[in-house]
């Protein structure tokens, strides 16, 4: 069984194959690869072959030279559109978060749980422990429910199924009929709340955002200490947060 550094050296050197492939589009010979990766031709040939049967590579019958195939922009294509997303809505959330003085998040669906993609606090906004590329699950945060709430029943189900379900405070939802009418109201109000479900001390107003990459949902959120959070603030702070959302889709090029 080939140890740990063995399987870093192999991940090593089929990423330095991709490297080279991605630099010459048009193709490059077996040889060529051999020597500006410094592999021994069989090591290059061998790894070739693993990417060919792939999928992320393909060797020119006439030429007999090899190149990457679309599949390698299928599996970045997410990662950037996601980074597409971020670069438009973040000078809105800063915007967001210097208008209303509390900590904004952007998140990102991953399976049964969002990970938070980005991060902006107000000078006066309280710190909070959230860190960007934190995962924290959907059942129980105002952005998991905004996004759940644009999705089907079958896909909310899906994800409550496959949750963890746990009381993190008393006011978690752990039942699912209670869950899918806080989705329904969500539809209604046109954003999702977080009253103190998921963390003790904070409230949070989140709306969704349209998928982008096609394999993932985007939210965000406007957090603060719940005792300054009372409902007449959450309602202010829906209607700031539905101004950014209007924003972030206009440069987003929806109409």
Partial sequence: MENASGGVQSVARIFSIIEILSEHPKGISLQDVANESGLPKSTAHRLLSSLITLGYAVQDSFTTHYRLTLKMFELSSGIVNDMDILMVARPHLDRLARQSGETVHLVIQDGIDVVYLYKAEAGQSMRMSSRVGRRIPMYCTGVGKAILATQSYGEAERVWQKSKIQRLTQNTVVDFENFIEQLKQVRLAGYATDDEENELGIRCVALSLPAISGRA???????????????????????????????????LGWR
């Fill in 217 to 251: 949902e985007a939210a965000f959120s406007i957090s603060g200490l719940a005792p300054h959070m009372d409902d007449t603030r959450l309602t202010e702070l829906s209607r700031m947060a539905l101004e950014t959302k209007q924003a972030i889709l206009r440069d």
